[in-house]
């Protein structure tokens, strides 16, 4: 079962989630193996990072819709995707061009000469006539102009950037769990607003009660975070903290939103001509969705229904509307 565990510091500007998921991670690798597209053990790594990098974020904003974290480059992993919706469902997805090296790390799958870019969108359930989605974009390397190693650093770029907050995040992923720890520090409310107080910006780095729980995350390693459950990590980093613990959330859970209806549409969009000529040369077509491996298949009866206008077809007709 996947888990989110949400928490905060009391009396301090401090909180904090951890999540695994479990059963969920591996039906997305499982999926993978059997459609016969299984990635590089790096390629596995980073997608279980970004998808419970994605939930961690997604569940911190609460944000109404999709939220679509997306890593892009100039190494051998062209893209790499994790989308989670707002009820914590979540489908990653790469794309390879290249050999990836079993020990590949994040500058030598995405960033070889420097170009890597990471993407973050939020795309409104209900959009607006006119509305676009929400984008921010952060290069993969720091104010200094330093290659980031780790995916984690890249995010919590990010936030500093986009949302002007100290947030630690510590990731990890195998081929049984990906895992996440966030940490981060609240923007200031309430009086310190109204008083024209500090602001988020300028309490970047200062606020001592954060800095210190934040050195408490990163003591975590990789090997704990994949091999402890969340009581003992929460216990042993945050003993001595005023640490309040919510109910954990089970919703986290893979979620491939493909289907046949949504590929036929696809196929009609191609047109006619272009189908035909596939079904001459293979004798069918076969789409495979590249978030769950699931393959579709439409032979020349099931192009021949696609095409055929709905108040033309015979009753009890199979086609896709």
């Known amino acids: 079962m996947s888990e989110l565990h949400k928490f905060l510091f009391e009396g301090l500007p401090v909180r904090g989630m951890l999540v695994r998921l479990t059963g969920s991670w591996q039906e997305v690798l499982a999926r993978r193996s059997a459609s016969g597209d299984a990635f590089a053990p790096p390629v ?41 919706q707002d009820d914590l469902a979540f489908r990653v997805t790469a794309t390879v061009l290249g050999e990836v090296p079993e020990a590949a790390q994040l500058e030598a799958m995405l960033n ?43 995010l919590e770029h990010y936030m500093l950037q986009s949302e002007q907050l100290d947030t630690r995040l510590i990731l990890a992923a195998n081929d049984e769990l990906a895992a996440g720890l966030l940490i981060q520090r609240l923007p200031v409310q309430g009086e310190g607003n109204l008083q024209g107080g500090a602001r988020n910006e300028d309490m970047i780095g200062l606020d001592e009660a954060y800095n210190r729980i934040s050195v408490l995350a990163g003591t975590l390693t990789r090997e704990e975070l994949l ?3 969340a009581s003992t990590i929460l216990r042993r980093l945050f003993w001595e903290e005023p640490l309040r613990r919510f109910e954990p959330d089970t919703g986290p859970r893979f979620a491939c939103r493909c289907s046949r209806q949504r590929v036929g549409s696809m196929l009609k969009g191609l047109g006619r001509e272009e189908i035909d000529g596939i079904i001459t040369e293979q004798g069918r077509v076969e789409i495979g969705c590249e978030f769950c491996g699931l393959k579709y298949h439409f032979d020349p009866v099931d192009v021949g229904e696609l095409f055929t206008p709905a ?3 015979p009753p009890g007709s199979t086609a896709t509307h």
């Open 311 to 313: 108040h033309d077809q």
């Open 44 to 84: 596995r790594a980073l997608l279980g990072e970004m998808a419970a990098a994605g939930v961690l974020m997604q569940a911190n904003l609460r944000f109404n819709g999709a939220l679509i974290l997306q890593v892009f480059g100039d190494g051998p992993v062209k893209l790499a995707v994790a989308e989670v």
């Open 112 to 154: 070889v000469h420097g170009k890597g870019r990471c993407a973050i969108t939020l795309d409104p359930k209900d959009r607006l006539p006119g509305q676009q989605p929400y984008q921010g974009v952060v290069a993969l390397h720091g104010d200094r102009r330093e290659p980031l190693q780790r995916l984690s650093e890249v």
């Open 227 to 229: 091999t402890l459950d």
